[in-house]
């Protein structure tokens, strides 16, 4: 079964954690210092705030999965939407370690289809003498290719994000079916 995965970067995390909690009507289920999620069944959404990147508002959508099948399909349907999936296994995030795909929207908004297999100590690593300072560069949709993406300080225009992605300007592209969710 799918659930929508929304991450929404925020200034203050203890009042963002205040009205969420008050939203959702109950605590997070993940709180870290810099990090909260909440898995909420009604609508079935993982809604999750940070502070990393420096930015506020929308950081990223997604469709999360509970099985690598359902991964394949939302893999095939981002293919469909646009053809520069950046595909990311193994991947450390969020305090959790998942194999993900990602693409960006016309608006140069980035998707991410993933499923996770376990959690991980840190924001974006498990390792003990890893660093434990937040990288936004390290964590999210890669940045080497999605250039702008959530984690970002400085985020490019959908223009420029679609150009560093694709090569092409996006008027350029073909069209691509929608996203089906089903």
Known sequence: MKRLHVHVGVENLDA???FYGGLFGAPPSVRKSDYAKWMV?????????????GRVGVN???????SAGELEVIR?????????VVDEPA????????????VLDPQGLAWEGYRSMGEIRHFDH?????????????????????A???CEAEPASATTARWRVTGAHPQEQPSRAP????
Not at 76 to 84: G, H, N, T, V
Not at 127 to 134: C, F, I, K, L
Not at 179 to 182: C, G, K, T
């Open 16 to 18: 963002s954690i205040r």
């Open 41 to 53: 069944d009604d609508p079935r959404v993982n809604f999750a705030i940070s502070q990393r990147g």
């Open 60 to 66: 990223h959508l997604g469709l999360q999965t509970e």
């Open 76 to 84: 095939a349907q981002f293919a469909a939407a646009d053809s520069a």
């Open 91 to 102: 991947a450390s995030c969020c305090y959790a370690r998942s194999d993900k795909h990602w």
């Open 126 to 146: 498990d390792a003990p003498d890893a660093r434990d300072t937040p990288d936004a560069n390290r964590c999210c949709p890669p940045s080497a290719t999605l």
């Open 148 to 150: 702008h993406a959530c």
């Open 179 to 182: 996203i089906v969710v089903r």
